[in-house]
């Protein structure tokens, strides 16, 4: 067998939850590779990098080192090792979160309990969170939309999340639907292992458009940047998204928490803006779990987000999930605002604010 056999085998049984097998399997495959004359080749240190990275979620801290300080001694720049050895070596209690990789333990959780009576409607806005709050016409002083100001609604301010009501019509949201139904798979997550993977964490299907495809597609992006002064001109894909009866995704940040995946020359999200496409009949909100709301979709409404403190740090308070849908089949295309091109746009702060959501990160 090929160290390559080994790897895949290494990832399905990641797949399969058995993890015992799966250390096994890719500590054989690292033997293997370490054998070979191309040990040395950039590309082999991607997967280098990956077992590193599942040893160290899988708990064996020994070989997770071995293989960075491997990377490392051949390559000192590669990030994901130096990831890997960092975390390592930083004391548990202020190691930063990592993806879960044992989805029946987080089902246990605290959190995963708020969430669903977030959904559910058991927990909601308390009156003290409400009283800040207002609705207003924003306007954000751009010419157009001192003509056109638009419906805002806010949610909470510290982070900021707010509505902006009707901005996008039916012929447009129709079109982008229209564009995207062939293109539509199987929703995947990020994953250690695989990079991408489907999961019973996100059952939903997606598509990505570029917006150069329609002008619609760019409107919306200009839109965004009228009303919210953030610059559009370098964003991922938009991505189209369909649940289906009991379609849902459990709690998640949008954020990059591993900077090294971020896309490149993009950085990280910095702010998330859900359009909606449709109307839900019953379930599909747009739950908060730590700030103690849920949006229910309405056709045509935005829903934006910051992700990231000034200081570019997540913002851990914006965890959010799509709640099941329950009756109905629930559309939005998620339009993610990256942080490469905002120094000017949304400049940092003179004191540091990434703080105050530290205690919302949470290892599962
Ligand atoms: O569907 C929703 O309401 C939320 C979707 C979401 O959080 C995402 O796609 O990242
Ligand atoms: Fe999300």
């Given at each position: 067998m090929t160290w390559q056999d080994c790897f895949v085998l290494g990832k399905q049984l990641f797949h399969l939850e058995e993890y015992n097998h799966t250390k096994m399997w890719l500590k054989e495959s690292m033997q293997r590779l370490s054998r070979e004359p191309y040990y040395r080749d950039p590309h082999t240190f991607d997967y280098v990098e990956d077992v590193a990275k599942s040893l160290l979620n899988l708990g064996d801290l020994e070989t997770a080192l071995k293989l960075s300080d491997d990377v490392l001694s051949l390559d000192p720049t590669r990030s994901t090792a130096k990831y890997v050895k960092n975390t390592i070596l930083t004391p548990v209690g202020e190691r930063k979160p990592t993806l879960t990789t044992n989805p029946s333990y987080y089902h246990q959780t605290e959190e995963f309990e708020t969430y669903k009576k977030v959904c559910r409607g058991e927990i909601t806005a308390s009156p003290t969170q409400l009283r800040p709050l207002r609705c207003r016409y924003e306007t954000n002083n751009h010419p157009y939309r001192l003509i056109a100001p638009l419906k805002l609604e806010e949610h909470s301010l510290d982070p900021l999340v707010v509505t902006f009501h009707d901005f996008i019509d039916d012929?447009?949201?129709?079109?982008?639907?229209?564009?995207?139904?062939?293109?539509?798979?199987?929703?995947?997550?990020?994953?250690?292992?695989?990079?991408?993977?489907?999961?019973?964490?996100?059952?939903?299907?997606?598509?990505?458009?570029?917006?150069?495809?329609?002008?619609?597609?760019?409107?919306?992006?200009?839109?965004?940047?009228?009303?919210?002064?953030?610059?559009?001109?370098?964003?991922?894909?938009?991505?189209?998204?369909?649940?289906?009866?009991?379609?849902?995704?459990?709690?998640?940040?949008?954020f990059y928490l591993d900077t090294e995946r971020m896309p490149e020359g993009l950085g990280n999200r910095i702010a998330t803006a859900i359009f909606y496409l449709s109307e839900v009949e019953q379930g599909g909100a747009t739950a908060f779990p730590n700030l103690k709301f849920a949006i229910k979709p309405k056709k045509g409404n935005v829903l934006f987000w910051y992700n990231l403190h000034r200081t570019l740090e997540g913002d851990y308070r914006t965890r959010h999930a799509a709640c099941p849908v329950l009756k109905g089949s629930k559309w939005i295309a998620n339009v993610w605002i990256n942080d490469i091109t905002q120094p000017f746009t949304r400049p940092c702060l003179l004191h540091q604010d990434d703080e105050i959501s530290k205690p919302y990160a949470t290892i599962v």
């Open positions: 012929t447009k949201i129709a079109t982008i639907k229209y564009m995207a139904e062939p293109r539509m798979q199987r929703s995947t997550v990020r994953d250690v292992v695989t990079l991408s993977k489907a999961t019973d964490f996100r059952i939903s299907k997606n598509a990505w458009l570029g917006y150069q495809e329609h002008d619609y597609m760019l409107g919306m992006l200009r839109d965004l940047h009228d009303i919210t002064g953030l610059d559009v001109t370098r964003c991922e894909k938009l991505q189209v998204a369909n649940y289906g009866l009991g379609g849902h995704y459990e709690p998640h940040w949008d």
